[in-house]
Nanobody, 123 residues
Framework: QLLLVESGGGLVQPGGSLRLSCVAS????????IGWFRQAPGKEREGLLC????????NYADSVKGRFTISRDTAKNTVYLQMNSLKSEDTAVYYC????????????????WGQGTQVTVSS
């Protein structure tokens, strides 16, 4: 059974940083592409970043370019989302997901989701 569990969310001031973790179980984190998404109140879910089996990164959102990065630690079966220079508009529930493919492809292909972790950026 595929399972993804996110953690690391919380309250952070504007300009601060957070690192989110996505632990995979039922498969190894380098078996499939894994992506990070977010959903703010009243908005549709938005794709952010993805890392493929080969390690290639795909960016789905211009709003996070240069601020967010994705990485993978195969020893810990974990994919990370490092978020820097956070803004109030980054406030959302953050999800990781897999599409069960080796490559990232369109963000709409992701169908196995974690439960999400709340990130609130506020002073």
């Amino acid at each position: 059974q595929l399972l993804l569990v996110e953690s690391g969310g919380g309250l952070v001031q504007p300009g601060g940083s957070l690192r989110l973790s996505c632990v995979a179980s039922g498969f190894t984190s380098d078996a499939y592409a894994i992506g990070w998404f977010r959903q703010a109140p009243g908005k549709e879910r938005e794709g952010l970043l993805c890392i493929s089996v080969s390690g290639r990164r795909t960016n789905y959102a211009d709003s996070v370019k240069g601020r967010f990065t994705i990485s993978r630690d195969t020893a810990k079966n974990t994919v990370y989302l490092q978020m820097n220079s956070l803004k109030s508009e980054d406030t959302a529930v953050y999800y990781c997901a897999t599409n069960r493919f080796s490559g990232c492809g369109p963000s709409s292909y992701f169908s196995y989701w974690g439960q999400g972790t709340q990130v609130t950026v506020s002073s």
